[in-house]
């Protein structure tokens, strides 16, 4: 099961490198990764390799001796390319200076936190979420403080009370991931609005995460085709910094390429922080990058269908009874509270010797994720049907 | 002169984001990357592309859609193969589980820093150095110590007395850097004892930059074609980090691809913060250094040979009577002293517009390095013939 050793105490290293988490998805993938004929519906990927036409464009600059040393913002072909898709998405102008290439989602929210919290301060996450925004500020040095949703029939929500009444004076922002990963739960323009406004009167950062925003499923969140965005509410001047990844929409997890949304005038704050984060984003990979914002509309429009086809499958597990799914609006996530858990990571590795399937435990996603489990339904459908079968036919002993 | 705006104040970033300083290095490269005919000599790499065999495993990789997320700590493979490229440049056993891969050297020394320093702690640097170290220092939030190495006709050395004098109770490192970038310096193994009880004494970590050791070229340095190494004079318990990198061995500055060699009880801790901070290297390029690792003999050889011959053709600049020049040991830096420079920066931007030549300024490598450039002489031999001839008619214009 992975389980570290602790690190020797003459080694004395710094607390926040020691309190950095160790993902509570990471141990059960660890834990199952190799094990034959497992269905994998743990991490947060689909099971497509990336279409060919990037993974060409990356090709063709590595024979063109494209390896040097780069722009720290990025190419300025792949900068102008984000900001011609952003004009697609959100139909409205925007400026490629706004737009700094990383390497990855994870790079670019740990720069983020880099600029905005540190040690002593505090982050607002609403939860259940992805445990990497914990992990991130942590490691800043600062304090995450995780606020917790509420669930009804209808789905999960957002307590704007509890939210306001967690701000202190040392709190420096709040995350808001909408499509969110977990729970699925998806924004309204209002809530966005409430959000900013608070935001604004506490003189707070908002981080947003909207990196699933394609992925809309319920014709309610679905404007032409992506969920609402801060773009949409905010005015100019709003403390709003948008982390973004090439991950999701066409399957490049492996690549480690994303972006950073952000005013301008942060530009030479954010170069120097990628000059000694990551010294630049390889030119092939970000060659590949620009192939798939400039050619890659029909593949995000299959894998769109593919994961409204997997949302529909897995629903079913709810008629074993033990299972309660409100359908999520958008991402491909279904975060299924199992009726009688108690530990959600004894149940996911259970799953793996007896079902050989594999979820990642709610537990991973903070306190108020505990007997929950996350499903990656972005998957071919034969999977997925085989997934629910064998989950089903599990369950009942797991929580007997 | 890509001189920053301040950022407005009401955005209200955090100290240790603002003061991560701008690279001096790159001022004078943004300045000057894009001017026709211009012989760039500024930054740490050569003019070779990365060899096709590297390239092409990389490529096959990617066809083979190897584009998935993968392991924190590297693929096996690739720790494999280090372990094995350690076994024969050090003749004697490397446990794989020592290494882990890193997005780029820069990253290794991050996680490093992260790991052994935070607020209000200090790191000393011997100086001049490569200004990196001091950003990733700052950046964790601890203070960089300059400690000035001193010069004489024989070249740079070590200050002992002046290093352990700059030791207080907040310190937490050393980080030694040999061959040095920019000075060329080198240690003997009696130097690396000597830090290394010093270290021992006040319990202190040695962060230690080899990443010239194949470039040597002082024969009493030259230990069967490396340089000597901590590795030479450790105990297994001594708390020593190694970062490392595939940009210079292997013309791979553009890959972003690296490593840290740390005791295997850190292995946890460092596969968090990987995860926090790039979550992972591709494979593909990991691919890719395996094959660097396994068939790169023959093209580093050939590296070495041209860096030889590039240091005998800028030695030559001492004949204008303006420029000092210890014949550096290691490495692929002249670190020329300017007769009566006084802002080295200034000399830099000139002889940018004056010899269409890039050097990089003295100052960039801290306080001791002002009236000097650094000049990066891995090659052809054409361009720094004309380099050496252009520099050497502007010069008498500039310092006159």
Same mark, same amino acid.
């Given at each position: 099961? =992975?389980?570290?050793?602790?690190?020797?105490?003459?080694?004395?290293?710094?607390?926040?490198?020691?309190?950095?988490?160790?993902?509570?998805?990471?141990?059960?993938?660890?834990?199952?990764?190799?094990?034959?004929?497992?269905?994998?519906?743990?991490?947060?990927?689909?099971?497509?390799?990336?279409?060919?036409?990037?993974?060409?464009?990356?090709?063709? &600059?590595?024979?063109?001796?494209?390896?040097?040393?780069?722009?720290?913002?990025?190419?300025?072909?792949?900068?102008?390319?984000?900001?011609?898709?952003?004009?697609?998405?959100?139909?409205?102008?925007?400026?490629?200076?706004?737009?700094?290439?990383?390497?990855?989602?994870?790079?670019?929210?740990?720069?983020?936190?880099?600029?905005?919290?540190?040690?002593?301060?505090?982050?607002?996450?609403?939860?259940? +979420?992805?445990?990497?925004?914990?992990? +991130?500020?942590?490691?800043?040095?600062?304090?995450?403080?995780?606020?917790?949703?509420?669930?009804?029939?209808?789905?999960?929500?957002?307590?704007?009370? @509890?939210?306001?009444?967690?701000?202190?004076?040392?709190?420096? +922002?709040?995350?808001? =991931?909408?499509? &969110? =990963?977990?729970?699925?739960?998806? #924004?309204?323009?209002?809530?966005? @609005?409430?959000?900013? &406004?608070?935001?604004?009167?506490?003189?707070?950062?908002?981080?947003?995460?909207?990196?699933?925003?394609? %992925?809309?499923?319920?014709?309610?969140?679905?404007?032409?085709?992506?969920?609402?965005? %801060?773009?949409?509410?905010?005015?100019?001047?709003?403390?709003?910094?948008?982390?973004?990844?090439?991950? $999701?929409?066409?399957?490049?997890?492996?690549?480690?390429?994303?972006?950073?949304?952000?005013?301008?005038?942060?530009?030479?704050?954010?170069? =120097?922080?990628?000059?000694?984060?990551?010294?630049?984003?390889?030119?092939?990979?970000?060659?590949?990058?620009?192939?798939?914002?400039?050619?890659?509309?029909?593949?995000? #429009?299959?894998?769109?269908?593919?994961?409204?086809?997997?949302?529909?499958?897995?629903?079913?597990?709810?008629?074993?009874?033990?299972?309660?799914?409100?359908?999520?609006?958008?991402?491909?996530?279904?975060?299924?509270?199992?009726?009688?858990?108690?530990?959600?990571?004894?149940?996911?590795?259970?799953?793996?010797?007896?079902?050989?399937?594999?979820?990642?435990?709610?537990?991973?996603?903070?306190?108020?994720?505990?007997?929950?489990?996350?499903?990656?339904?972005?998957? $071919?459908?034969?999977?997925?049907?085989?997934?629910?079968?064998?989950?089903?036919? +599990?369950?009942?002993?797991?929580?007997?």
């Amino acid at each position: 099961m =992975n389980a570290s050793a602790p690190v020797p105490s003459v080694l004395n290293l710094r607390p926040e490198a020691e309190q950095a988490p160790t993902s509570g998805i990471v141990d059960v993938f660890s834990y199952g990764r190799n094990k034959p004929g497992i269905i994998p519906l743990w991490v947060g990927e689909g099971d497509l390799k990336t279409p060919s036409f990037i993974c060409e464009a990356a090709a063709r &600059s590595l024979s063109e001796g494209e390896t040097f040393y780069t722009y720290q913002r990025g190419i300025p072909e792949l900068r102008q390319a984000i900001a011609a898709y952003h004009e697609r998405v959100y139909r409205k102008p925007f400026d490629p200076e706004r737009f700094f290439v990383t390497s990855g989602g994870m790079p670019a929210m740990q720069i983020v936190f880099r600029m905005i919290s540190g040690t002593g301060d505090e982050v607002l996450i609403p939860t259940p +979420a992805w445990p990497n925004f914990a992990g +991130a500020i942590t490691i800043s040095g600062a304090r995450p403080v995780g606020v917790p949703m509420t669930i009804d029939a209808k789905g999960w929500h957002l307590d704007f009370e @509890r939210l306001e009444q967690s701000i202190t004076p040392r709190t420096r +922002a709040i995350v808001i =991931n909408s499509p &969110s =990963n977990p729970t699925g739960w998806t #924004a309204s323009h209002e809530d966005l @609005r409430l959000v900013l &406004s608070m935001a604004r009167r506490h003189g707070l950062w908002i981080v947003a995460d909207e990196i699933y925003s394609r %992925f809309v499923h319920d014709p309610a969140f679905d404007i032409e085709g992506r969920t609402p965005s %801060f773009r949409d509410v905010m005015e100019h001047e709003d403390k709003v910094l948008f982390v973004q990844t090439f991950s $999701k929409n066409w399957a490049m997890t492996g690549w480690r390429l994303g972006w950073l949304e952000a005013p301008p005038a942060l530009g030479q704050v954010i170069e =120097n922080l990628v000059q000694y984060q990551t010294s630049g984003t390889p030119v092939f990979i970000q060659r590949g990058g620009v192939a798939a914002m400039e050619q890659g509309e029909d593949f995000i #429009a299959d894998q769109i269908a593919r994961a409204k086809r997997g949302r529909e499958i897995v629903a079913s597990l709810t008629e074993t009874g033990l299972v309660e799914l409100p359908l999520p609006a958008g991402a491909f996530y279904a975060f299924l509270k199992i009726k009688g858990a108690t530990s959600s990571k004894d149940i996911a590795f259970r799953l793996i010797d007896e079902a050989n399937v594999g979820l990642a435990p709610g537990s991973a996603f903070g306190e108020a994720g505990e007997g929950y489990l996350r499903l990656c339904y972005l998957r $071919k459908h034969e999977d997925l049907v085989e997934a629910v079968r064998r989950i089903s036919e +599990a369950l009942p002993r797991l929580v007997g």
